[in-house]
């Protein structure tokens, strides 16, 4: 049995949670999040406490398991703490501020680029470590959002200009040989 589809789920105070057969609904502090779960997953609420079953032990069965139990312990946690991505601004004159919701890069580019946060994601900026923080209640879109920024300006390997995750490490290569 999949040791992270058999521990259960807690549900923490504040935190509602409607489970209609595969259809989980959870609404928290934080937000509402709602996923629909393959029907041959038995999910079951009792005493503060969700927990996932399955019916057999074929191996769609056995990946599907852990899964649901994860994605339902990820929205509880959302509605409930939220989540955040850290990221990483390097390079001369390179720096990030927030307008409103939207976020203003100057990375480089002739132009400023301007990322508009989609419903439940917000932004913060620490201009003096120059880092970004990337929030919201939806794991899924706050790892995406963090991708599209990191992808305005990637670190490149000379100089590790860019944007990058806070531990992310960037293997560096040497330049050109004629160089002393």
């Known amino acids: 049995m999949s040791r992270i589809g058999r521990m259960p789920v807690v549900i923490p105070k504040g935190v509602e949670v409607e489970i209609l057969g595969a259809n989980v609904r959870v609404k928290g502090p934080k937000g509402e999040l709602q996923h629909t779960f393959p029907a041959s997953m038995n999910i079951a ?6 927990e996932v079953k399955r019916d057999s032990d074929e191996r769609m069965q056995r ?3 852990g899964m649901t139990r994860a994605l339902i312990n990820n929205m509880v946690v959302g509605v409930s703490t939220g989540f955040e991505k850290i990221l990483e601004i390097n390079g001369v ?3 990030a501020e927030v307008e409103g919701k939207n976020l203003v890069l100057y990375v480089g580019y002739s132009h400023p680029v301007v990322m508009e946060p989609p419903t439940g994601i917000s932004f913060e900026v620490d201009s003096k470590t120059r880092q970004i923080k990337v929030m919201g209640y939806n794991k899924v879109m706050v790892g995406q959002v963090a991708a599209n920024i990191r992808k305005v300006r990637p670190p490149e390997p000379y100089k590790g ?3 990058k995750y806070l531990k992310e490490k960037i293997r560096r290569k ?3 040989a004629g160089k002393v």
């Open 161 to 163: 200009k860019g944007i």
């Open 93 to 95: 004159g390179y720096r």
């Open 63 to 65: 990946s599907l398991h």
């Open 174 to 176: 040497a330049g050109k």
């Open 45 to 50: 609420m009792n005493e503060g406490v969700i």
